[in-house]
């Protein structure tokens, strides 16, 4: 809290610049490694989704991974460079229920052994993911290992598996770990704290899951059209659940958003892997994104 009354009293501009681009907002608050790290990440991953525009291939757009999945990321970034810049007022201005941690420490928590060591994050990923996988078992057909390729098939291209399996798993962690920070900065840090203090922990909770709940049903624009109303009545209440979960846990941990992003980020990856297994395909993002949770 201090840190952040320093912050603002030696602010270089105003922190609405974290609006125009991520990392702005850090750097005119003095920041300069967040900055620098969101700049570059950010720079590279829109550069990534123009290149990808400029050169259109057949099929819809949302069956186009060299073009979804870096604009996804760049979101996330987005999202988090200008809420990370509003809780810092907060901070300053020393209000209850506000995450301490900087960017560097939520990076690392889904691989902190002492995150990971508490019973609501080992038991919380293990329970998700299980649920997730019962879930499937239960409303799909079956639980039958897929077919495999020798070949993959990564953004796109073809890579040989000893290269493409590597680049295409810490793709994947890079993206899930920008997916945990943005939404749990937003929805558990921000939103669900903003809400306990004004109206209360129970209010503050259960509106953040309504809410996480309805933010998540334009993913189902994500999908082919066909499978987009069943993600709506299916997938949509299971997310909503994950997400009562992550708030409970935040709620837990005494509104620290180690807990729930490493929670996130292992759901994310280890349902994205069992979708691999599953299926058979050659990579989750072998031809199309379809992350149905």
Known sequence: ????AERLARARCDRRWSL??????QLCYGQDGEAAALLSLGALEAGSAAFAAASPRDGAWYEEPRLVVPLVAFTDLWVY???DTLLDEQRAL???HVPQESLA????????????????????????VGAAAGFVALTDEGFRRGRTDSGLRWLGEELSPEVGYPVATGSAALLFTQVAIAEEVAFRGLLQSSLTREHGA????????ALFG???APNALLLPEGQRLRYLYRELPFVTAVGAYLSLAYQWNDYRL????AIHFWYDLLVTLLSYWRTGEAFPWSTSLTIPW
């Open 1 to 4: 809290e201090r840190d952040a």
């Open 20 to 25: 125009a681009f991520p990392g702005l907002g």
């Open 81 to 83: 460079g200008a809420i």
């Open 94 to 96: 020393r209000l209850t």
């Open 105 to 128: 420490e939520l990076a690392v928590a889904p691989f902190d052994p002492t995150v990971l060591a508490a019973p609501s994050v080992w038991l919380g990923v293990l329970g998700t």
């Open 202 to 209: 129970p209010t503050g909770l259960w509106t953040t899951v």
């Open 214 to 216: 309805l933010l998540h």
């Open 258 to 261: 180690a807990a729930p992003v």
